[in-house]
């Protein structure tokens, strides 16, 4: 997704400046978006039909997945037009929903490894409502709160879109004393929303219990995830699928696991890159970080009921 989300940001190329651009010819100085172009055009098309056509062989040889392909094509029919709505419904929600939720879920990683106080308090919440018995499901959400507080953290901590898509203005407008004609391109500034001093104190701090109040969600502060998702008609249809998955994955990592930093040979511990790649979507760097299984110390029965879990050695060290 790097080409299309350098594509989505303004100003990326010289054509968002000079349109008159996307008439000249390949070959012409300037015109790399063009070849930049083709290129995600070729990946796009390849994520739209290769995935695809992998399920209908699938089908063919008799296996057939469930998924939300075949529950679409169960309902709807199997029609030259059915099958590229399929296509299309599948690969956006591909498109919008990977980079992002991944981008999410390695600000979380990240914020584990920085802050251990967060980690260790996280984790005694899911302590004291599994009591090591069980692992956690959404119906858990309710009964924790620092959990949610977490994901609403990392949601604002580094949005994943700094910089919202653009929308033109169907008529004129004023905000804070400047006009703004008909016809200009505006785009919402998420970055500066969620770092709002004002608002969240100490804005470059990871601070979950910014969302606290006498051990419960504090509906008084502003809540990132009407922000995160963005606004209006546009706004993300995938937001609750979303938040479920950033929940579940968050809450069932910190209850199996202990994200700390790597050690180097000299037995130091490494700072992991804090900083983000340009593009649209926020991406990290690639970081080494260790994951330490943790539930023994913590005295958990849940492995003895994950096969995978009992085989895995005391520690990971995983690059992201
Ligand atoms: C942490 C995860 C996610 C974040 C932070 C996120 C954020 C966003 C944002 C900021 C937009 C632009 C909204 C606007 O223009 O105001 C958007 C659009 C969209 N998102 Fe998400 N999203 C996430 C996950 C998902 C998932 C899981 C799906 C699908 C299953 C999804 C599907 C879409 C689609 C289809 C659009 C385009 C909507 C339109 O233009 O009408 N997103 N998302």
Redo the contacts with the bound molecule.
């Keep these: 997704m790097r080409g299309p989300s350098k594509a989505a940001t303004p100003g990326s190329y010289l054509v968002d400046t000079l349109p008159m651009l996307k008439y000249v010819p390949a070959w012409f100085p300037g015109a790399g978006f063009k070849k930049a172009a083709a290129e995600s055009r070729k990946s796009l098309d390849a994520l739209l039909h290769t995935p695809y056509e992998d399920l209908r062989r699938h089908m063919r040889e008799g296996k057939t997945p469930d998924c939300a392909a075949t529950s679409l094509l169960e309902a709807f029919g199997n029609t030259p037009e059915i099958e590229t709505a399929i296509k299309k419904t599948l690969a956006?929600?591909y498109i919008?929903?990977a980079d992002?939720?991944v981008?999410?879920l390695s600000t979380f990683f990240l914020a584990m490894v920085l802050y251990p106080d967060i980690q260790a308090k996280a984790q005694d919440e899911l302590d004291t409502i599994l009591d090591g018995s069980r692992l956690p499901d959404l119906s858990d959400r309710a009964s924790m709160p620092y959990i949610t507080s977490i994901m609403k953290e990392a949601?604002r901590w580094k949005p994943?879109?700094s910089l919202?898509?653009p929308r033109r203005l169907t008529q004129d407008d004023m905000y804070r004393g400047y006009r703004i004609p008909e016809g200009s391109l505006m785009c919402s500034n998420d970055w500066a929303i969620m770092h709002d001093e004002s608002v969240f104190p100490s804005p470059s701090v990871f601070n979950p219990d910014r969302f606290m109040k006498d051990g419960a969600l504090n509906t008084e502060v502003q809540d990132p995830t009407t922000i995160?998702?963005?606004?209006?008609r546009?706004?993300?249809?995938?937001?609750y699928?979303?938040q479920d998955?950033?929940w579940i994955s968050i809450a069932s990592v910190l209850t199996i696991f202990n994200i700390s930093m790597e050690m180097n040979k000299d037995g130091k511990k490494v700072m992991p890159e804090t900083g983000s790649l340009p593009g649209f979507l926020r991406s990290g760097y690639h970081r080494r970080i260790k994951i330490s299984p943790t539930y023994a110390e913590r005295g958990s029965a849940i492995p003895n009921r994950l096969d995978a879990l009992s085989s895995l050695g005391p520690t990971l060290t995983l690059a992201y």
Excluded: D, H, K, Q
């Excluded at 546009?234 to 937001?239: D, F, L, T, V, Y």
């Design positions: 956006t929600m919008a929903g992002t939720s981008s999410t949601l994943v879109v919202n898509l995160a998702f963005g606004f209006g546009r706004i993300c249809p995938g937001r699928i979303a998955m950033l």
